[in-house]
């Protein structure tokens, strides 16, 4: 029974150690990331310097949202469209909206499609 706990206990040291050393390399990593993002600050600055113009920053990409709709909104949409199916995307609606309404709703609602193209069927 010694064995099992020592060998338990082993295992929760080597556990330990194994966080530890992660957290200690995402600790250097994040550190190197500010580093690198101070002397990229100071080579814009010199570039504007020499150059008179200040140095445009890349522009992140912004993830375009769709409309939330309440479930009556919803129904009433379904009730006019073909056979009780939208595409959510086609329509510009909140992927993740339509999921929370479908699973607070089983038998009102079905998600269906494939891949990025998926779709909600009104079942009754």
Request: proline letters at 5%; hydrophobic letters at 40%.
């Amino acid at each position: 029974m010694t064995t099992n706990q020592s060998a338990s206990a082993r295992i929760e040291e080597l556990k330990a150690l194994l966080a530890k050393a992660q957290n200690d390399a995402v600790q250097e990593l994040r550190d190197r990331r500010n580093t690198l993002a101070k002397e990229l600050a100071e080579v814009d600055a010199q570039i504007a310097a020499l150059t008179g113009e200040a140095v445009e920053k890349p522009a992140r990409k912004v993830k375009s949202v769709g409309k939330s709709i309440p479930l009556q909104e919803l129904k009433e949409l379904l009730a006019t469209s073909p056979d009780k199916t939208l595409s959510i995307r086609k329509e510009g609606l909140e992927l993740r909206n339509i999921k929370v309404l479908a699973e607070a709703n089983p038998t009102l609602l079905k998600l269906g499609g494939k891949g990025p193209w998926p779709t909600v069927t009104l079942l009754k």
